[in-house]
């Protein structure tokens, strides 16, 4: 975990993990203390999953799925990376 500089402010977020995703990752939720102003890409970045996002890795921000990159993370946030569905 980073370390929080005095005066740097943290923000916790809830993180959510959905099918085979949830089993490689081995949760289906954490929490996680970032720096304000952390990006979307950031934490994709940080949970090592910018190789899925070409893969059709889908995340959502607050229930609302198509989430930019470019988002800046707030307080209290939820994040949810939702993997591609299979099946024929």
């Known amino acids: ?3 929080i500089l005095p005066g740097e ?3 916790k977020v809830k993180v959510l993990f959905f099918g085979p995703l949830a089993e490689i990752i ?3 939720s954490i929490d996680l203390s970032l720096l304000s ?3 979307v890409d950031q934490l ?3 949970l090592d999953l910018k190789s ?3 893969e059709g890795l889908l995340i959502a921000i607050n229930g609302e799925v198509g989430a930019d990159l470019d988002v800046i ?3 209290s946030f939820e994040v949810a ?3 591609p569905v299979s099946g024929g």
């Open 81 to 83: 990376f939702l993997p």
């Open 52 to 54: 899925m996002l070409s």
């Open 73 to 75: 993370l707030r307080d």
């Open 37 to 39: 102003g952390t990006t």
């Open 1 to 3: 975990m980073d370390s």
């Open 44 to 46: 994709v970045e940080r």
């Open 26 to 28: 081995g949760h289906r």
């Open 9 to 11: 402010g943290a923000i």
